[in-house]
């Protein structure tokens, strides 16, 4: 058996061939440029009529994670970072070039925890929750081996969790954790300390506004820069507060850290747990671990590849 996992994202897509122990025959990422709308169709059309002719290879499923919202019973999905993916007919495409092979699709949050679930750190759990934190945040929750998906498959869209007061117009795009906390958002808190900070002369100084990144603000945390050093313990604080409140609203085993912040911010996955301790339920949190993911940046990747898999084993 062979699976096709698609893994789209903001910047990129992508693919790999698994077999079903999960384990990569095949890899390869494409970058989306200045596609948008039907072009980024063509792209992983494409690259699925690819792997179907490829000799090596006789793909049994696709499945695909994609960066927002896939309407399971419309075959449709939302994508905000993908111009003119509002209500795109992303199954009717992939089901014309893939034939009457199985197919999936479902959102980059539920198929980080089922890449865990698969081949990862939760491997053997029931009740885990894969924190996403990138260019934006999200959560993959299980609970009771069950995927939360909520009454309209938008569930884990915890960037819009509220951490702070008062309610301040700039969270709109965003929502209040992710405008401070994701990768994007470490950016912005920097630059807001900056306008805060007139003395400060330090590394950080030198970028403007379109420039500074948070690879940036982890740069200069390793060479002890004050402002990166305030900039990373308020993030530590928000991760840990978002932490408390799922530890304390789901009862996980793990809490499993993930995304290109995890990343550079695994080594203070310690101190988030410590934050966390503070705010969470007392019980709740002596049982749960928090966690790294094993994929290095993979876990959607594989998760799409699951979605397939499970499909397989009862066909």
Same mark, same amino acid.
Request: contains cysteine; negative net charge; glycine residues 10%.
């Given at each position: ?105 479902? #959102? ?25 934190? =990138? $260019? =934006? ?12 998906? =909520?009454? #309209? ?11 702070? +007061? ?7 795009? *965003?929502?209040? *954790? ?26 950080? +100084? ?6 500074? $990144? ?9 060479? #002890?820069?004050?402002?990166?050093? +305030? ?13 408390? #409140? ?12 993930? =995304? ?56």
């Amino acid at each position: 058996m062979a699976i096709l996992a698609l893994d789209l994202g903001g910047t990129k897509l992508a693919a790999a061939v698994l077999d079903d122990s999960g384990t990569i025959l095949a890899q390869e990422v494409a970058a989306l440029g200045d596609r948008k709308s039907t072009q980024v169709g063509v792209l992983v059309t494409d690259l699925i009529k690819k792997y179907k002719h490829d000799a090596r290879f006789t793909i049994d499923g696709v499945g695909v994670s994609v960066p927002g919202i896939s309407y399971k019973k419309e075959g449709t999905v939302w994508a905000p970072n993908i111009e003119g993916w509002e209500n795109y007919p992303l199954s009717n495409e992939i089901r014309d070039v893939a034939g009457d092979i199985v197919i999936d699709i479902d #959102n980059d949050r539920a198929c980080s925890i089922l890449g865990e679930l698969w081949v990862g750190n939760a491997k053997g759990c029931h009740d885990a929750i894969f924190l996403a934190v =990138g $260019t =934006g945040i999200g959560a993959g929750i299980v609970s009771a081996a069950n995927i939360i998906r =909520g009454n #309209n498959d938008i569930a884990g869209a915890i960037g819009w969790m509220a951490l702070q +007061r008062p309610y301040e117009k700039k969270y709109i795009p *965003f929502g209040c *954790f992710e405008y401070y906390a994701s990768g994007d958002g470490i950016a912005r808190l920097a630059l807001e300390v900056l306008d805060q900070e007139s003395d400060y002369q330090g590394l950080l +100084r030198e970028y403007s506004s379109p420039e500074i $990144t948070a690879h940036h603000i982890f740069a200069a945390y390793e060479k #002890n820069d004050v402002v990166a050093i +305030r900039v990373i313990q308020e993030c530590i604080e928000y991760w840990g507060m978002a932490s408390a #409140n799922l530890v304390s609203l789901f009862n996980p085993e793990k809490i499993i850290f993930g =995304g290109g912040v995890f990343g550079p911010a695994t080594k203070f996955i310690p101190a988030i747990k410590i934050e966390a301790d503070k705010w969470s339920q007392p019980i709740s949190r002596t049982k749960v671990t928090f966690e790294p993911s094993l994929l290095s940046g993979n876990a959607s990747l594989y998760g799409a590849g699951y979605l397939v898999s499970k499909i397989l084993q009862y066909k």
